[in-house]
DNA sequence: TGACTTAGTGTCTAAACAACACTATAGTTC
DNA sequence: GAACTATAGTGTTGTTTAGACACTAAGTCA
């Protein structure tokens, strides 16, 4: 059944770049296409927006396919729209980013499924189309907000150390930062809180636990 | 000549909110809609994307035709893609913003033209389609980025005042500004220097002139 | 020449940020 | 159980930045 318009209309999808921690490491999910063009190479997750839906609708919807999550932190992007950026037909493409926390990645996509996999944003495989420029344009905001904002929370799971969450710091800023000036500032903004538990593993002492006091909030700081 | 697809494809548009600087007041460039929906209600200036051109070179065709100028800074800003929001058929519309320095504004929209016209922000009249959730987006995005980058200089003349710039500040970000704190400020970034000249005009001490050192350049502060 | 109006200038206090090194506590080894 | 190892945890000081605050300067005009 054909659609037919008096002008040409380009297509338009979703493509989100999704961010979690598994291993210490910031990673991001990436899709193996099963077709051409590309095919065999990896993409990031994306879809064609519904005639029905809003644009946050179509993302949520791809986010959940991919990841089995809804609820998490999910923003849009930037829009690249370059016309030989698909070289089937002119596609414009909506970019978001979400952020899911490490403890809420289902199996599905963590385990080594066909055709799907999280890379360390350190060692990334070639990738499809322009992803290369979406993915740098999430990975620099992601960066910025770092800076002037309580984001990187939502990455962090049900409880952690903070020394894993200066790590985090760490990785998106890369470059090191003071320990003592990195725990004052952030117990300083009263957004987490010691769980009570402390963590054991390995010959040294006991690291305490920290919760996030509310999932729901991004506090713009300063 | 009608063009076919498999499945159905939405329109896609840019629209530009258009800022200079008017008697000392932020403007915008509203359009007055010559047809239906919304015939005779004010509207951003905007239009579809050709088939060929990018994104940024659509926005930077509608800027021309509206204005004349060109050159100017010019920035994504969201993309608005609600399902119901043109009751024509399905439009997403990739948002820019413009900041046109106030001494570059083409007689054509600074005269009355019928069915273009300046507006001081302060003083909007009801807009069509999503426009105002655009146009707050817009303003929303350049008081943010005047706390954190020179991009107020882009809409400063060959030459102004200390004063009209920190007008310029105190207007953005609706709060007073001291004097001798924005000046110290504004001079310690090297980013204006004074030209040697002063204006005299009223019955008063003249004031000196300055210009912007690099205008291609929006140097993000601290 | 005095009144009026906007331009222009400096100091002090408080807050934020950056640099910096040692003690605590668990597990493991001998 | 003593010594070793590895990571967790903790304060102070100097520097920089931000904010509060009031008077003098230099034109025009009556």
């Known amino acids: 059944m054909p659609y037919t318009y008096d002008y040409p209309h ?21 899709i193996k296409r099963a077709e051409a063009p590309f095919r065999g190479e990896w993409a990031l997750p994306g879809g064609f927006v519904q005639m029905q839906e809003s644009l946050g609708a179509a993302a949520e919807r791809e986010l959940l396919e991919e990841t089995g999550v809804s609820g998490v ?38 385990s080594d499924a066909e055709g799907v996999g999280w890379f ?15 993915l740098e344009t999430a990975m620099d905001r992601l960066a910025a907000k770092v800076e002037y904002s309580t984001i990187a929370l ?26 003592r000036n990195f725990r004052k500032k952030i117990l300083a903004l ?16 006991p690291a305490k636990l920290y919760r996030v006091i509310d999932r729901s909030r991004v506090d713009v700081i300063k």
């Open 10 to 30: 380009p297509a338009v999808s979703v493509d989100i770049a999704i961010f979690t921690i598994r291993n210490d490491e910031l990673n991001v999910l990436l």
């Open 73 to 110: 932190y999910l923003e849009q992007l930037y829009t690249f729209g370059q016309p030989d950026r698909d070289p089937r037909e002119r596609v414009i493409t909506v970019a978001y980013y979400a952020l899911i926390p490490s403890d809420q990645v289902e199996l599905r996509a963590a």
């Open 120 to 134: 360390s944003v350190e060692r990334l495989p070639e990738l499809a189309f322009d992803h290369p420029e979406i």
């Open 154 to 179: 939502q990455l962090m799971p049900a409880a952690f150390t903070l020394t894993e969450l200066q790590n985090l710091y760490e990785q998106v800023r890369r470059e090191p930062i003071d320990k």
């Open 190 to 205: 009263d957004v987490i809180e010691a769980t009570g538990e402390e963590r054991r593993e390995g010959p040294h002492r």
